[in-house]
């Protein structure tokens, strides 16, 4: 079976709205997009830095929404960077930190940040490219 451009444009935008999606919950249940994350919803200051992973998936779900609007590379390796990054901070907390492995969270942001990756390559054209 071949991955046409339509394919991947459809499952980028899925993408952007299951991290929008994420990112509203976190700016209006904050409680609910804890849960979701497994994680308990803190309190005070730790609620407020806690509140900064909304912050990353608004980012992340801006960078893919202006890679299908513009088709510019680097606006989904942005993106992709940010998910991955997830991923990495993740497996270290569990490596060096003592916490739990959450497996399926991992493997949830390498698939997408490796998604929006392979989509800069399929469906971005270079700024170089437009002039």
Avoid: C
Avoid at 6 to 24: C, E, K, P, Q
């Amino acid at each position: 079976m071949q991955v046409g451009r339509w394919d991947v444009l459809a499952l980028v935008a899925i993408i952007a709205l299951f991290m929008g999606t994420n990112a509203a919950l976190w700016l209006l249940v904050p409680e609910r997009a804890a849960k979701v994350l497994e994680m308990p919803l803190l309190t005070g200051a730790g609620l407020s830095s806690q509140m900064d992973i909304g912050a990353l998936f608004l980012g992340a779900a801006t960078f893919t929404i202006l890679a299908l609007i513009t088709r510019e590379r680097p606006w989904f390796i942005a993106a992709g960077v940010l998910i991955l990054g997830a991923a990495a901070y993740r497996t270290n907390a569990f490596l060096f930190h003592g916490a739990e492995f959450l497996g399926h969270f991992v493997a949830i942001e390498v698939v997408i940040g490796t998604v929006l990756i392979f989509a800069s390559r399929a469906l971005g054209s270079r700024r170089e490219d437009k002039s």
